[in-house]
């Protein structure tokens, strides 16, 4: 008689229960599954263990004294990048689901973990195992929402597949790091994405309403290098509000509270990310971790346009001002925010320094809504390497 492995006896969660990391909860989908069980260690949120998980997945973690790796996690590798081909209608150029068709194509992994949106809302996640090109296509784009792609989890050792892409941004990739050896699977790829900022539906629609002048026909959004949102509408039309125009104090408690209290922003387990914010305007940023990372992408190198990361400017004094200024949620009258977009765009930092600005923006920030949100976590749950970059800046109380 072959006994039940013990997460096995364990149970999902009903959609309506609580969370185990209650508000910090990022709706990863681990708890939708029977792999609830491990949630104490697995969870990012209430068992921060990146540089456990980082040795686990590429057999070191990062090396604090090589700043590149301080900020942009164990990597052997980094580039920019674009596709010759663009897909049409994806995030960026594609890169992520082109190389997860050459998987699937090839044979290398029989299925892979990707999000699509239901047939009601564009921006509702609706996480699946695409076992064909036309569904991993289906699931192109950012759907720039609290998306529980670990809830598939349960159908992958049902089905049996030995041989798994998994495609997810940082919380979602902490969590399945823990669970991996649980999955019953030969193989395990994972194809990461930076992430911040993330909301859940309602904020979301907070977000359009307050920043774009048409919600409604918004296709998808991101924050660019160029210090500008830009949204893309329905009729292909682009519209572009400057960060410093954003109504801080309106977007405050927009953002999910997990997003707020994450230091995972460059997904540091990942084998291979795909980003845009360490390359040059209309360039996709590659971060190769370890050398199945580098598998990968060398599936797909003959159909990119490739070229060295640079970093130009000095993030510092920019990111010593925004802290004040987002803490009280001063919002620039649009004429200032248009000329001081222009400015920075200018002379401010580019490159791996705009990445810098932007992790160092976002961890100070985070650092204090947990110091002031969850004073009694703050030791554990900020990783070392973030606590180097926050000391770098004097900090408010
Ligand atoms: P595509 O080929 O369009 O594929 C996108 C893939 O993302 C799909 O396979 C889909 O399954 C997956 N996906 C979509 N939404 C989610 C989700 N909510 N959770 C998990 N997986 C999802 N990059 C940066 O450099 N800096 C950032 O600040 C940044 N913020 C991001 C915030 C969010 C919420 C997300 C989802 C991504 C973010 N990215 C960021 C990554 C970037 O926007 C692109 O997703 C990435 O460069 C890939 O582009 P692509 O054209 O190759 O992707
Ligand atoms: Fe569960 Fe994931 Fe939420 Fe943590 S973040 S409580 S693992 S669903």
Redesign the pocket.
């Given at each position: 008689m072959t006994s039940l492995s013990p997460h096995k006896k364990a149970k999902a969660l009903k959609p309506s229960s609580r969370r185990p990391a209650k508000e910090l909860c990022s709706e990863c989908g681990l708890c939708d599954t029977y792999y609830i069980h491990y949630v104490k260690e697995a969870c990012a949120f209430i068992n921060q263990q990146i540089d456990k998980l980082e040795e686990q997945t590429h057999t070191r973690s990062r090396n604090f004294d090589n700043s590149d790796e301080l900020y942009f996690g164990v990597h052997q590798d980094m580039m920019a990048a674009r596709k010759k081909q663009p897909?049409p209608g994806?995030?960026?150029?594609?890169?992520?689901?082109t190389i997860?068709i050459e998987m699937l194509n090839r044979g290398i992994v029989e299925g892979v973990v990707?999000?699509q949106n239901t047939k009601e809302d564009r921006f509702q996640?609706m996480p699946i195992i695409a076992r064909t090109p036309e569904e991993i296509l289906a699931?192109?784009?950012?759907?720039?929402?609290l998306?529980p792609?670990l809830s598939v989890l349960e159908q992958v050792e049902k089905s049996g597949m030995k041989r798994l892409l998994v495609?997810?941004?940082g919380c979602?990739i902490q969590a399945l790091r823990a669970v991996e050896k649980q999955l019953g699977l030969e193989k395990l790829y994972v194809l990461g994405?930076?992430?911040?900022d993330?909301v859940n539906r309602a904020g979301l629609q907070k977000f359009l309403e307050t920043t774009s002048k048409s919600p409604d026909t918004v296709v998808h959004y991101?924050?660019m290098q160029d210090f500008r949102v830009h949204f893309k509408h329905e009729d292909g039309s682009t519209e572009t509000v400057p960060f410093f125009g954003l109504k801080t104090n309106k977007l405050k408690d927009v953002f999910a509270p997990s997003c707020m209290s994450c230091f995972d922003y460059v997904n540091s387990l990942a084998d291979l990310v795909?980003?845009?914010?360490g390359a040059p305007f209309g360039w996709?940023?590659i971060v190769v971790r370890n050398e199945q990372g580098q598998q990968m992408l060398d599936l797909v190198t003959d159909q990119l346009e490739t070229g060295p990361v640079m970093s130009k400017g000095d993030r510092t004094a920019a990111v010593q001002q925004s802290i004040p200024a987002y803490d009280k949620g001063v919002t620039l009258p649009m004429w200032a925010a248009k000329l001081m977009g222009v400015v920075i765009e200018k002379i401010g930092p580019k490159g791996l320094e705009y990445a810098r600005f932007?992790i160092d923006s976002h961890f100070t920030r985070n650092y204090l809504y947990v110091k002031r949100n969850h004073p009694e976590k703050l030791d554990s749950h900020v990783p070392e390497f973030a606590k180097r970059i926050v000391e770098q800046y004097k900090l408010p109380e």
């Open positions: 897909v994806a995030q960026w150029t594609g890169i992520v689901s997860a990707c999000v996640p699931a192109r784009v950012n759907k720039p929402t998306s792609n495609i997810g941004v979602q994405t930076p992430c911040v993330n991101e924050f795909v980003g845009y914010m996709q940023w932007s």
